[in-house]
């Protein structure tokens, strides 16, 4: 008797194996379809200070499939870096997101002080072609690269400790700056703030969510703002979606934000109107 049920727990198992190996291919497939066609389109989400003015943006990658509709960034980005598509998406977005900008600052839309901040995943982080795939879309584009903002997580900074370095570095000395993304959330050591050349620190949503009822978070994040600010790093809240939300982190000394309470991720054309109603609107 439990044999049988062993082997029919097996059967399930093996079913339930290959439904999974099936949605699997079946993205793989899809995504190797949507680098080819280029089937990604860049949405931008306004970075915000105190006075509630846009300082940039930052550029997150939206896919829409014919089948699958819209898949999150969250469920492709890994399979991508498991079959190695990761390096063209990146171009994609290097790609998009400079020549829009680029036009933007020509027309006046888009100002000369603002950054656009680009995703960056610890994998194309290693890779050696980020260098020069950086700087390809900024000459091709024209875009000055005082403008562009690198993301990377702590995690990048895991690995090869010394690569990572040097490639900061360079990325620095072209003009971009560095901004640690998700804080708090991954493996890293304060060390690191200390020694590497980084220009900021984007506080995890996950500590600004609840903010305002949970005291942990409260101490989480006043903390984080205090180092930032004694170390000299820009701070930036995430996930920052009330009035309350701004208004606390204010108080705590942290001025600049990004969240659905001054925008969600837009399309290029939505993007543009924003910035012009925004700059009506001061
Ligand atoms: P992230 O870089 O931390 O981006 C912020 C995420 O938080 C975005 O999710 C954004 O839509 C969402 N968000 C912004 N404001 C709020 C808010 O007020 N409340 C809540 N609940 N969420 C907010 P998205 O666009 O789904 O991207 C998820 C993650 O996927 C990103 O997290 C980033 O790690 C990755 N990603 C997105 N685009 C790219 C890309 O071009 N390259 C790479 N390597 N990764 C990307
Ligand atoms: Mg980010
Ligand atoms: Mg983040
Ligand atoms: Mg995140």
Redesign the pocket.
């Given at each position: 008797k439990a044999k049988e049920l062993g082997r029919n727990t097996f059967a399930f198992f093996q079913e339930d194996m290959q439904s999974l190996s099936d949605a699997r291919l079946k993205m793989e497939k899809s995504l190797y379809r949507a680098v080819k066609n280029e089937e990604f389109e860049?949405?931008y989400?306004p970075q915000n200070n105190e006075k509630g003015e846009i300082i940039g943006a930052?550029?997150?990658?939206?896919w829409d499939d014919k089948d699958m509709g819209r898949v999150?960034?969250?469920d492709f980005?890994g399979i991508a870096e498991d079959i190695g598509l990761?390096h063209d998406?990146?171009r994609i977005?290097l790609k998009q997101a400079t020549s829009q900008v680029a036009t933007w600052l020509q027309q006046g839309v888009w100002q000369e002080d603002w950054r656009i901040s680009?995703?960056?995943?610890p994998l194309?982080f290693a890779h050696e072609s980020l260098i020069d795939d950086i700087m390809l879309a900024l000459t091709k584009s024209s875009l000055p690269a005082k403008l562009m903002d690198i993301?990377i997580?702590e995690n990048t900074l895991m690995t090869d400790l010394d690569s990572a370095l040097s490639k900061m570095e360079k990325i620095r000395s072209l003009g971009i700056s560095l901004s640690i993304?998700?804080f708090g959330t991954g493996y890293s050591s304060l060390k690191y703030l200390k020694d590497l050349p980084i220009d900021r620190l984007?506080i995890?949503?996950s500590f600004v969510?609840d903010l305002i009822a949970d005291k942990d978070d409260y101490a989480i994040v006043l903390a984080v703002i205090a180092m930032a600010n004694a170390l000299s790093l820009k701070v930036l809240a995430?996930?920052?979606?009330t009035n309350e939300h701004f208004k606390q982190l204010k108080l705590m000394g942290c001025y600049t934000y990004?969240?659905?309470?001054f925008g969600?991720?837009m399309c290029a054309v939505d993007f543009e109107s924003f910035c012009e109603n925004s700059s009506a609107a001061l």
């Open positions: 860049v949405y989400q930052e550029a997150l990658l939206r999150s960034p969250m980005i990761i998406i990146g977005v680009i995703n960056v995943s194309q993301e997580t993304d998700d984007k995890d949503q969510r995430e996930g920052v979606e990004q969240g659905y309470y969600r991720p």
